[in-house]
């Protein structure tokens, strides 16, 4: 149990400081943002208990927050993400999800699940912090554009890292 606290504690901080020193120097033609951040909360474990995965949620997008002087956006677009996250693994279940020892990622579940598992994630975060930023209809096709540009370059960084620190198969 201390390890999986370690590793996400690590991951936490890794995120927070790749998001931050990186990622937020990132803005390409103003439409696209990677925020790949919202990785930490893809990866937790299955097993965590939903206070703690909103809990968890909220304060990585709190310190992001803190860090861009966005007043509570993320954490609020992180919360709802995490709020989203069973209902959405539920609705493109496999069945390898189920046991004890499975986590969210490519390595035991398959490219394909994570791949719609990001998607839908990273899709209903941007779409709630884009409208939250905008706060106005006025550019709905605009921050429509943001929405899906945004989601496709965060999902594949967030694919590319998981990749990148894919444990083999023993």
Known sequence: MSKIIIINSLRFILLI???VLVLNNVNLGGYINPYVYVMFVLLLPFETPKWLLLLSAFLIGLSIDLFMGSMGMHAAATTFMAFLRPS?????????????SIKPGINDLGIKWFLSYTLLLVFAHHTLLFFIEAFRFEEFFSILNRIF??????SLLIILLNLLVKKERK
């Open 88 to 100: 959405v693994s539920r609705i493109i279940h496999s069945r390898r999800e189920y046991e004890p």
């Open 17 to 19: 400081l790749l998001q």
């Open 149 to 154: 540009l945004s989601t496709i370059v965060s």
